[in-house]
């Protein structure tokens, strides 16, 4: 099964970015716009795994103390992908990198590329309108982060399906 570690995001959130991709849907953005059910921030990406009571075990040594969230603000690309920036993400960072160290002690597989904190809105974007996609000037809202989330990634129908199969909550922690 394909595996990630994830914050879900509040409905305020889903609804500034669905308005972002709306804005540039209007700008003539055209790709694989992200599901608004989808939406979220990748925390480790693990891959094909078949073992999440593992991954599970990792994330109950992680202690996440509550913290806010502020999505949107500005966009960026990596090549042809469009995402929503998040600032004031050094406790997001903290959190990462401590599912990062739980994930490496339990020897479980991840992408070990730097984190960069972003949320993923269309993939194989393309600009085929008069404006400019860097016309579109995200605002941004604050949210509560006070889980950390396992997700699985299905196909179904020919539609990606993301679904919590476990998680953590803030104050919760096993070191055992």
Known sequence: MRLFIALR???????LLAGIQDKLREQGVTGNYTDCKNLHLTLA????????????????????????LHVGGRLGSFGELIWVGISGAQALTSAANDV?????SE????????????????????????????????????MPVERISLMRSDRINGKLVYTEIGAIRAGECSRS
């Open 9 to 15: 995001l509040s409905e305020g959130a889903k609804v």
């Open 45 to 68: 990406f693990i891959g094909e795994y078949d073992r999440p009571e593992k991954v599970m075990r990792a994330l109950r040594r992680v202690r996440l103390e509550p913290f806010e």
């Open 100 to 104: 990062r160290s739980a994930l490496e």
């Open 107 to 142: 020897s479980i597989p991840f992408d070990r590329k730097p984190f960069k904190p972003h949320i993923t809105i269309i993939r194989r974007a393309a600009f085929i309108g008069k404006g400019s996609a860097g016309d579109v000037k995200p605002p941004s809202v604050c």
